[in-house]
């Protein structure tokens, strides 16, 4: 993975920025000693490391604004971090950057039942928003698997989604207003706790920006009133494409489920090994949650499982109670940390039509036999929105090169099938040089210049999401 040369001269300067830098943050919230700055090498994609020069944490808006400032003026990039989760490396550091970490900015700042929102300082844990407003039974709705690690700030970057998306949206659904520091240090608000703002939708380019177009630091959320009750039922089948078919039959019914989850033989084993759900001994297993009062839950399971049955499945398991609720998602939300100690894995994420899952999830098949890794599938597949796990051997001369291979192949399918590179995990540096597959010169021009607005020295996240041979002349040229 090519990444950009650190510039000698901002290497040169450390001393320098560091002292400027002591003006406005408490040393406590600047690390530079090199083995302290390592535990910012990498994120979640670990297989791409590089220690940043400096690392800062700063607890307000203030003084985001005042680092910014201070690097905007020495020509320093600047790197955010929420919790450090990114599977597409988008938190991945230069060796010549700051690392801009929000990890101290958790403070709830205020809650509103009556309008339903609450704002937050961004470094707070996607988690502990709904654990500010779960004892007047309210909740937030995008759930993201690293929910209890991950941060609003990295949700709002990457457009974050999760097993519950399919009723509630995602995150840009969920988001009604942003602080937002500019990188040279301007503080701009953007929504607020009302329902649309006037003029372009200015709020929709930054959800999803991976850090591109500034800092937030503070976001206004939705806030939804817990419902009655939610079960799921668990279906297992004899084959991945009759499951993929029955996702696409449940969504063509109309009835909207609060989510639908897929899991593969791979996936199903691993996690029945790790966690000992009860799981059943077959090919693919879906489990379709829905939600509302009893009566409301009986007549959508019911008929969720007439359409199960039109497939022929091996297994039909409709909770009754709580903890068989709770049963039935252990192995699912095991899942990940289960293929985990199988091997190293690449973790992918791609979204395709539904109606395309059956063909899409057999080409994988066929790819893996291909390049010989294999590949569990866990995903959410009401939305589309898959997971392919690699497995590989990261101690193992060029299985990494196969793996990526593999995995650029898988998503240049998903957008080939009609979907695209990417579902909730973003592009990152991961699928920056995939992006020319899904856009046009064109298309990628007028990104990089909405870029150009907001950051025209390039200074923010470099490297990410826009392919390095398009973006790196206009990098230099900026400087
Ligand atoms: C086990 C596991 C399961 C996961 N499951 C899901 C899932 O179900 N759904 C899902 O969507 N994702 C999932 N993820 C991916 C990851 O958790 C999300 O992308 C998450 O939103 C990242 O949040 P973070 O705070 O860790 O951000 P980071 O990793 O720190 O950063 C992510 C991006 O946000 C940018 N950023 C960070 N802070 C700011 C800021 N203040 N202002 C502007 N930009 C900023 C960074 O520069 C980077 O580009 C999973 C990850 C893991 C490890």
Redesign the pocket.
């Known amino acids: 993975m090519e990444m950009p040369k650190p510039s000698p001269d901002v290497l040169r300067r450390k001393g320098a920025v560091v002292a400027r830098l002591s003006q406005v943050l408490p040393q406590d919230a600047i690390i530079q000693d090199e083995a302290e700055t390592r535990a910012y090498e990498c994120?979640?994609l670990t297989a791409y490391k590089c220690a940043p020069m400096i690392a800062v944490l700063p607890s307000t808006t203030q003084q985001?604004s005042d680092v910014l400032r201070i690097c905007h003026e020495e020509g320093v990039p600047v790197?955010?971090?929420?919790?450090?989760?990114?599977?597409?490396g988008?938190?991945l550091p230069t060796a010549d950057c700051v690392i801009?970490?929000?990890a101290r900015m958790n403070d709830v700042l205020e809650v509103d039942y009556d309008n339903r929102f609450i704002r937050v300082q961004?470094?707070r844990?996607?988690l502990s928003v709904t654990g500010a407003v779960e004892e007047e039974d309210f909740f937030y709705a995008?759930?993201?698997?690293?929910?209890l690690?991950?941060?609003?700030?990295?949700?709002?970057?990457?457009?974050?989604?999760?097993?519950h998306c399919l009723k509630y949206g995602?995150?840009t659904n969920n988001l009604m207003g942003v602080t937002?520091v500019m990188m040279d240090g301007t503080v701009v608000e953007i929504g607020g706790a009302y329902l649309d703002a006037g003029g372009l939708d200015l709020l929709g380019v930054i959800c999803g920006?991976?850090?591109?177009?500034?800092?937030?630091?503070e976001a206004t959320l939705r806030i939804l009133r817990k419902p009655e009750g939610a079960r799921p039922v668990l279906m297992g089948f004899d084959d991945n494409e009759v499951a993929g078919q029955c996702v696409s039959d449940i969504i063509k019914s109309g009835i909207l489920p609060v989510a639908i989850e897929f899991m593969d033989r791979l996936c199903i084993q691993a996690s029945e090994k790790f966690a000992q759900a009860g799981y059943p001994d077959c090919e693919a297993l879906l489990i379709v949650e829905v939600e509302g009062s009893e009566a409301e839950i009986d007549s959508q399971l019911s008929k969720i499982v007439e359409i199960a049955k039109r497939h022929n499945p091996v297994e039909l398991r409709e909770s009754r109670s709580a903890e068989e609720s709770a049963r039935i998602w252990l192995g699912r939300k095991s899942a990940?940390?289960a293929m985990g100690q199988l091997n190293d894995y690449m973790?992918l994420?791609g979204t395709i039509p539904v109606s395309s899952l059956p063909f899409v999830l057999r080409r994988i098949g066929e790819l893996s036999k291909d390049y010989g890794l294999p590949v569990g599938n866990v995903f959410?597949a009401g939305d589309g929105n898959m997971?392919p796990l690699i497995l590989f051997d990261a101690n193992k001369p060029g299985d990494l090169e196969k793996c990526e291979a593999f995995g650029a192949d898988i998503l240049t399918l998903c957008v080939d099938a009609g979907g695209c590179l990417t579902?909730?995990?973003?592009v990152?540096i991961e699928k920056r040089d995939l992006m020319t597959h899904q856009y046009t010169p064109q298309d990628l021009e007028a990104q990089m210049a909405v870029k150009d607005v907001f950051d025209p020295g390039w200074l923010l996240?470099p490297a990410?999401v826009f392919p390095l041979a398009a973006s790196e002349p206009r990098r230099m040229a900026a400087e």
């Open positions: 994120d979640a985001v790197v955010p971090r929420g919790a450090g989760t990114s599977l597409a988008g938190a801009l970490g929000v961004t470094g844990t996607n995008p759930d993201p698997s690293s929910q690690a991950c941060a609003i700030a990295g949700n709002i970057a990457m457009n974050s989604g999760g097993a995602v995150t937002m920006s991976e850090g591109q177009l500034g800092v937030v630091t990940f940390g973790c994420d959410h997971h579902g909730e995990h973003g990152g996240n990410k």
